[in-house]
């Protein structure tokens, strides 16, 4: 079965700077999607950018961006020029890219950003 | 517009009662989803559903039950057999064959169940 790891529970940014959340898994499939999804205080889970594994280059959305180890099962969320609109909590998801029974997300603990003035 | 509606947004249940959890979509998804949240463990799967009359259990099924006559509708139902029922409940849709069009799921705005 595969797992979702975010060792960070708790980061801080201050308003502008970059801020790197950290995500690994562990699966034995060599194909699969990979996901960031954002949850603010209204709770409503916002996609905040997917890579897909068969994709080398990083997946970028305006400021946000990836940084896709494949080979250390890695996959951290980079957040440039850091707004207030930010703080959230991020959660780190997997999928198989598999058309059965393994097409459910599974997700990790999620990481709570908090932007300071 | 497109979307997933859950309801109610709030729900309050005596110990003791089963409770349904609605969950409605319009866009043509054939997978969907339910997820629990509890503080500090993230999102878990409870069940699952790729195809009309057919589900699977998932992580955390144990005193949950679903059923889905319609594709657009997913419901839950949190049974008496549900030791620790409180808590945010998300419902999610997305496009099973992974590599076609977007693979992301698409959620719902959840239901908050509190046991009285």
């Known amino acids: 079965a595969q797992t979702v790891t975010q060792s960070q529970p708790e980061m801080s940014v201050q308003e502008a700077e970059t801020v790197t959340l950290s995500c690994t898994y562990d699966?034995?499939?060599?194909?699969?999607?990979l996901f960031w999804y954002k949850q603010p205080p209204s709770r409503q889970m916002i996609l905040v950018i997917r890579?897909?594994?068969?994709?080398?280059q990083n997946a970028t959305e305006n400021r946000f961006s990836v940084n896709f180890q494949k080979a250390a099962k890695s996959f951290s969320l980079k957040i440039s020029d850091s707004q207030l609109g930010d703080a959230a909590m991020y959660f780190c998801?997997?999928?198989?890219?598999?058309?059965?029974?393994?097409?459910?997300?599974?997700f990790g603990t999620g990481t709570r950003l908090q932007v300071t003035l | 517009d497109g979307g997933i509606t859950q309801s109610p947004k709030y729900l309050f249940r005596k110990e003791g009662q089963n409770v349904t959890l609605s969950c409605e979509q319009n866009?043509?998804?054939?997978?969907m989803y339910w997820y629990r949240q509890d503080p500090g463990q993230g999102l878990r799967l409870i069940y699952y559903?790729?195809?009309?009359?057919?589900?699977q259990k998932g992580d955390i099924a144990e005193g949950y039950s679903v059923s889905r006559e319609k594709k657009e509708s997913f419901p839950l139902t949190v049974t008496s057999a549900q030791k620790n029922p409180t808590a945010f409940y998300l419902c999610?849709?997305?496009?099973?064959?992974?590599?076609?069009?977007?693979?992301?799921?698409?959620f719902g705005q959840g239901t908050r169940l509190t046991v009285v």
């Open positions: 890579q897909e594994a068969y994709k080398q």
């Open positions: 559903s790729q195809i009309v009359n057919d589900f």
């Open positions: 866009l043509n998804h054939d997978a």
């Open positions: 999610a849709s997305s496009i099973p064959q992974a590599r076609v069009g977007r693979t992301e799921a698409f």
């Open positions: 998801a997997y999928r198989s890219a598999w058309a059965g029974t393994a097409s459910k997300l599974t």
């Open positions: 699966t034995s499939e060599s194909d699969y999607y």
